[in-house]
């Protein structure tokens, strides 16, 4: 699914007070103006991860996502925001979604990811297998391949999810 050379590496999840908080490490073989437009636009953030009805590009803005997938429409704040360095979304339901980029040479992004939220531990499992698999998917859409969302189906975040809960 991902290309190659996207690594979808480092990745924490630990419990905290009735929630948990996910953190992954992800690669990328692109530079830093490519992957900031798909983690901070509309449109990119259409190619992997959501549709953004609203998403107002800075601090304090108003941010309306609709999930994939027949999934839900949220709406939140975006929390933080440092151009070309740090979107962060806090949306009902999903929680704090901080996407913090650093570059990691000429043509290639480190993104460290971390979601704050409330759940259980079944919610925790579901969210580590959904959240690498939109990576899988940023990954595919920088590479110019956007996901159509009409043709997903739960197959792929089933096997991650049997993966997580293996542990």
């Known amino acids: 699914m991902a290309t190659s050379t996207s690594v979808i590496g480092h990745r924490t999840s630990t419990s905290r007070d009735g929630g948990f908080v996910i953190q992954f ?26 549709r953004a009805d609203v998403l107002e590009r800075r601090l304090g803005g108003a941010a309306t996502l609709t999930w994939p997938g027949g999934g839900p429409t949220v709406q939140g704040r975006v929390t933080a925001w440092d151009v070309e360095r740090v979107a962060e979304y806090t949306v009902t339901g999903y929680g704090r979604i901080r996407l913090h980029l650093e570059a990691a040479g000429p043509e290639a992004t480190l993104l460290r990811f971390t979601n704050e939220r409330r759940g259980t531990d079944a919610d925790r499992l579901d969210a580590l297998a959904a959240w690498h698999e939109h990576f899988e998917r940023l990954a595919e859409a920088l590479d110019g391949h956007p996901v159509d969302w009409m043709t997903w189906t739960p197959a792929r975040r089933r096997e991650l999810r049997a993966y997580y809960a293996a542990g």
Do not use: I, K, N
């Not at 690669?27 to 636009?41: D, M």
């Open 25 to 50: 490490e992800v690669r990328l073989p692109h530079g830093y103006e490519q992957v900031w437009a798909a983690v901070s636009t509309a449109a990119g953030l259409r190619g992997w991860l959501a």
